[in-house]
């Protein structure tokens, strides 16, 4: 099993900042931390920030410039610094992984049950 956990959510005004962080942990041979999405009200959850397969970075160009994707291997943790935030960046946000249990095994994604941001005008 794996278990998904993202933390540092809150209440914030416009223009603030918070540190979003997912941590995972269970028994699994090997993980990747995948990205970051979230979902507003009466909206599709949607991209906000990933690794990609070539390790690079990528962002939706509504945050692009504003947040910030890193991951500490080691630790098994993946950060979202939330930078000069706006109330449209209200939303649920939720961080995603793949893991495998053995070698050679299938990669399964998996989900934390995400972190509220509230962004006050």
């Known amino acids: 099993q794996v278990s998904v956990r993202e933390s540092g959510g809150g209440l914030v005004q416009a223009g603030g900042s918070l540190r979003l962080a997912c941590s995972f942990s269970g028994s699994f041979l090997s993980i990747r931390p995948m990205g970051w999405y979230r979902q507003a009200p009466g909206k599709q959850r949607e991209l906000v920030a990933e690794f990609t397969s070539g390790g690079t970075t990528n962002y939706a160009d509504s945050v692009k410039g504003r947040f910030t994707i890193s991951r500490e291997n080691g630790r098994n943790t993946m950060y979202l610094q939330l930078n000069s935030l706006k109330p449209e960046d209200t939303a649920v946000y939720y961080c995603?992984?793949?893991?495998?249990?053995?070698?050679?095994?299938?990669?399964?994604?998996?989900w934390g049950q995400g972190t509220q941001v509230t962004v006050s005008s």
């Open positions: 995603n992984a793949q893991a495998t249990m053995t070698w050679g095994g299938s990669w399964n994604s998996y």
